[in-house]
């Protein structure tokens, strides 16, 4: 599959924007700026930018909570997003959900998602609403390898089988859940045969090539846009930072953390460019400022940003759908 030079080159400059975005997040968090649960998403550039490469308008998008960049990828505002980080009304849910509950309808996000394994049933309620409307968008699910192996999960997989919903399934395998490897939970090593039990059409992929992502993401939705049938990808990833701010990640060892960083997904990129000849070394700094300046942007309308006011405690609590069937 032919990739553009400028397709490369704007691979490059988003997966490194978010890698600064997240590495900014690490410097608010120690400055007590950032409060709360924060799972960052460093090492996993690849798999949103690859799989949201693969998507048009209208697709949708849920995941669970390690989603900042899951938001962006679909269109979220970065200022938006490191508000609702800082807990401003400025925020992408007016400061109230924080790094776990990102949440842009406009862009078709519908949510990160804290407790383990529950979006997986709302992404299929998602695309279950689009076969009813009869389009052909297509809902991607993110989830984690954590997730894999709740009930949720087993019961999604049947009813999307059976009902022959156009949801894409995606297991970020960064190998270790909360801190417990896959292998010492795991029945199967490939995790990609939980989708082939219910007759899902399914693939482990390499999550650290952003161009593999993609080529599999595409494959898998033009699958799906035939033939309104799910599809599942396990894409084997790597988070370099513990699980959340607040895990020491001594459950592996800092020369395993060295092996996959050299297969790393932004470094990966910005080779290829270079060999291809597709962008300079000017280029590319003129690029890293254009991602400083961006990020730097995001902080500081998060920083002017006011907190919500009082009175919100008691906004967005119930709200009443407006179907003409309710009285």
């Known amino acids: 599959m032919k990739v553009s030079p400028s397709q490369w080159r704007q691979w490059y400059e988003d997966m490194l924007f978010y890698r600064r975005f997240e590495e900014k997040c690490v410097q608010l968090y120690g400055q007590r700026k950032i409060r709360g649960f924060l799972h960052l998403y460093i090492g996993e550039e690849a798999v949103a930018t690859g799989i949201a490469s693969a998507l048009k308008e209208g697709d949708k ?113 960064n190998r270790y859940a909360m801190g417990t490897a896959v292998e010492r939970i795991s029945a199967v090593s490939e995790l990609a045969h939980l989708g082939k039990t219910y007759g899902i059409r399914s693939e482990s992929i390499n999550g650290m090539d952003v161009l593999d992502v993609y080529q599999a993401a595409r494959k898998a939705v033009n699958y799906i846009r035939k033939h309104r049938k799910p599809y599942f990808l396990e894409v084997k990833t790597y988070r370099y930072r513990g699980h959340s701010m607040s895990d020491p990640a001594k459950y592996r060892t800092k020369e395993e953390v060295e092996q996959y960083k050299k297969q790393d997904p932004v470094e990966r990129v910005k080779r290829i460019l270079l060999e291809k000849k597709y962008a300079t070394e000017d280029d590319l700094k003129t690029i890293a400022q254009r991602v400083k300046d961006r990020v730097e942007e995001a902080v500081q309308f998060a920083e002017a940003s006011p907190f919500p006011p009082a009175e919100e405690l008691y906004t967005d609590v119930y709200t009443q759908p407006d179907y003409p069937f309710i009285d």
């Open 61 to 173: 998008m849920v995941s669970a909570y390690r989603e900042h960049v899951q938001a962006m990828v679909m269109g979220a505002d970065p200022n938006a997003v490191m508000a609702e980080l800082y807990g401003k009304i400025t925020g992408s849910s007016k400061g109230k959900g924080g790094s776990m509950h990102i949440f842009d309808k406009a862009h078709n996000f519908f949510g990160g998602h804290g407790i383990v394994g529950g979006q997986i049933p709302l992404g299929a309620g998602i695309a279950f609403a689009e076969k009813y409307r009869g389009t052909d968008n297509v809902c991607v699910t993110f989830f984690g390898d954590g997730a894999a192996f709740q009930g949720a999960l087993h019961e999604t997989f049947n009813m999307a089988a059976k009902w022959e919903l156009p949801v894409l399934f995606v297991l970020e395998n």
